[in-house]
């Protein structure tokens, strides 16, 4: 059966005010019952200031409690004489099993009798002087009703002379739950804590409600959200109304909202830039062999040449399509082993230096004089950075123009700078220089031959040997490539 979880957090509520609720009724009941039951012995012990006297007056006469000690029936006459039968009035104690019935002989109509008693009971007095006993100054039995645990059993009355104490004396505790006075006192008091317990479990119901459709509420809009989201309506969003988990979940869902939404509109930016690359040289190459079947441009040489550059576009701008997507399935780099980026940046350098010079672009570049500078990569897919941005230098710098490359070390990371002169890029599109299939008009036009992914590429071989490209406005007057790599210990 499916429960909703409103239900199953309001029911844990309940439950556990019950539990509380029921908990704290039987220990407050418990520790009532064990705290009137010390408190009727204390006050039993407080009324028998004659017998105090008279044992103090003992303890002075001579000289101490071995008198009592060696004969009990002195002490059973001083409690007889202190004690009269009619004076005191104390509850009776019985133990909690007995089987009562109720004595209706006058004049004690009203109360509870052990059902086995075959004699009525005694009278207070006398159960009193039966739990009575009497203890040195250091506690220790004198007298009385014997037990082994010493005073542990016992409500305790000092007994003074001249300011000093010299005795103790003791009323064994018993267990008074089966007067009628004491059951009254203990229905009442279970009364109230059930009124209390009742109040607290209909406050418990009322917070767990409120609490439980407060909780429950943000979950609500998540899962409308995430239903939005499964119908592509990327535009959805929550409305944060707290600070907390909750909040912060519906903070997260927004996040994740505004990535996907972002995501989808690179998907079909995406999806229609590579139709608009894919469908130019198509167009063009079947333009121009419709020319030739039509006899208006002839099969030569030339004509050959043209469509082997179409065709040629076509293939790089697959590769780099095909470099790309295993790019973001994360197997751009399956190995990494130590290598040497500035030795492999060196010998890329040689290969450009002559296309360079014909292009009439100086060239200048400077490496840090230390030890040799190794970092976890792929040499192939560096050579392959590398032989991006000075393609782009080539297709884009005016010439003359200037080209610097240089090198630096910060901590435990290896920079490399490469700058161009002039033209520049518009700080408007530095940001998405990085960007797929993105080329900044005029300088950046695909009559240069460039297919809007080299940048792209090389932020991917950078990122995936765990490193930062960052692109800027040069001092030349033309584009800054800062690449940042983590050195390998």
């Not at 009364?191 to 409120?210: D, M, P």
């Not at 809009?221 to 989201?229: D, F, I, N, P």
């Not at 519906?250 to 909202?257: G, H």
């Not at 993105?438 to 950046?444: D, L, M, P």
């Amino acid at each position: 059966m499916k429960v909703k979880l409103y239900y199953k957090i309001f029911a844990a509520f309940i439950l556990t005010s019950i539990l509380v609720v029921v908990l704290m009724i039987g220990i407050m009941r418990y520790y009532v019952a064990r705290n009137f039951t010390e408190f009727v012995h204390k006050e039993s012990l407080e009324r028998l200031d004659n017998l105090t006297v008279q044992l103090s007056n003992e303890y002075q006469q001579h000289n101490g409690w071995q008198r009592l000690k060696d004969n009990p029936k002195i002490w059973r006459q001083l409690l007889r004489s202190a004690l009269p039968r009619k004076k005191i009035d104390r509850f009776r104690p019985f133990r909690a099993n007995d089987d009562f019935r109720r004595d209706t002989r006058p004049p004690d109509k009203g109360r509870l009798w052990p059902k086995n008693a075959r004699h009525r009971p005694p009278p207070p007095a006398v159960l009193l002087r039966r739990g009575l006993s009497l203890f040195d100054a250091n506690k220790q039995f004198v007298v009385g009703k014997f037990s082994e645990n010493g005073t542990a059993n016992y409500s305790l009355r000092e007994i003074k002379s001249d300011g000093q104490t010299i005795g103790w004396l003791g009323l064994h505790r018993r267990e008074l739950v089966s007067h009628p006075k004491v059951g009254k006192f203990l229905k009442q008091q279970t009364r109230a804590f059930l009124l209390i317990g009742g109040s607290i479990l209909l406050l418990a119901a009322v917070v767990a409600f409120i609490l439980s459709k407060h909780l429950l509420a943000p979950i609500k809009q998540l899962t409308a959200g995430t239903r939005a989201l499964a119908s592509r309506r990327f535009e959805t969003r929550i409305q944060v109304r707290t600070q907390d988990e909750l909040g912060q979940l519906a903070q997260d869902f927004n996040r994740m909202a505004d990535h996907l939404k972002r995501y989808e509109d690179m998907r079909q930016q995406w999806i229609t830039d590579i139709s608009h690359e894919l469908r130019t040289p198509i167009a063009i190459l079947k333009g121009e062999i419709e020319a030739m079947q039509d006899g208006v441009r002839n099969l030569d040489r030339n004509a050959l040449e043209s469509l082997k550059t179409e065709v040629a576009f076509l293939n790089k701008l697959v590769e780099d399509l095909h470099l790309l997507s295993r790019a973001d399935m994360q197997s751009l780099t399956n190995q990494k082993n130590p290598v040497a980026p500035l030795e492999i940046l060196g010998n890329a350098i040689d290969t450009f230096r002559n296309r360079l010079k014909d292009q009439q672009i100086d060239l200048e570049y400077t490496f840090i004089s230390e030890e040799k500078i190794i970092i976890a990569g792929d040499a192939d897919w560096l050579t392959r950075l590398f032989f991006n941005l000075f393609e782009n230098t080539l297709k884009y710098t005016d010439s003359p123009g200037k080209l610097v490359i240089r090198s630096d070390r910060i901590d435990q990371d290896l920079l490399i700078f490469i700058e161009d002169s002039s033209p520049g890029v518009p700080v408007e599109a530095l940001s998405r220089l990085f960007d797929r299939l993105y080329r900044v008009e005029k300088s950046r036009s695909r009559s240069l031959g460039g297919s809007g992914l080299g940048l792209s590429i090389c932020k991917e071989i950078v990122a995936s040997h765990g490193g930062e490209i960052l692109a800027t406005q040069s001092e030349l007057g033309g584009l800054l490539i800062r690449i940042t790599f983590p050195l390998k210990e």
